[in-house]
């Protein structure tokens, strides 16, 4: 099983910025479907970004239409670390975001479908 430590989080502005960066140890990271997800104050956790390892071709990402333009989901596979790169941020971005892992290759927005997760780290965007 791989283990996931996020950081980067914090508290900005309206229309700032913030990376976040997933750090996994125990299996290497470049064949894993990852994604962000987030879960807001008496919400549900929802997913934000996904990237899936296509054969003979490269990384494809994915988002959630409320993101889109404005997220970046992105690897490094030799520092085997997962980042989401965020801007233009919205206090409606609030929440606690999570890294998560598959070891199947798989494109899926459903956090049923990952079964590594890190412990989360806040992001509080103010108004």
């Known amino acids: 099983q791989v283990q996931l430590v996020e950081s980067g989080g914090g508290l900005v502005q309206t229309g700032g910025s913030l990376r976040l960066s997933c750090e996994a140890s125990g299996r290497t990271l470049s064949s894993y479907a990852m994604g962000w997800f987030r879960q807001a104050p008496g919400k549900e956790r929802e997913f934000v970004a996904g990237i899936q390892l296509i054969g003979g071709i490269g990384d494809r990402t994915y988002y959630t239409d409320s993101v889109k333009g404005r997220f970046t989901i992105s690897r490094d596979n030799a520092k085997n670390t997962l980042y989401l790169q965020m801007n233009s941020l919205k206090p409606e971005d609030t929440a606690v975001y999570y890294c998560?892992?598959?070891?199947?290759?798989?494109?899926?927005?459903?956090?049923?479908?990952?079964?590594?997760w890190g412990q989360g780290i806040q992001v509080t965007v103010s108004s």
């Open positions: 998560a892992a598959s070891a199947r290759s798989l494109y899926s927005r459903s956090s049923s479908d990952f079964g590594s």
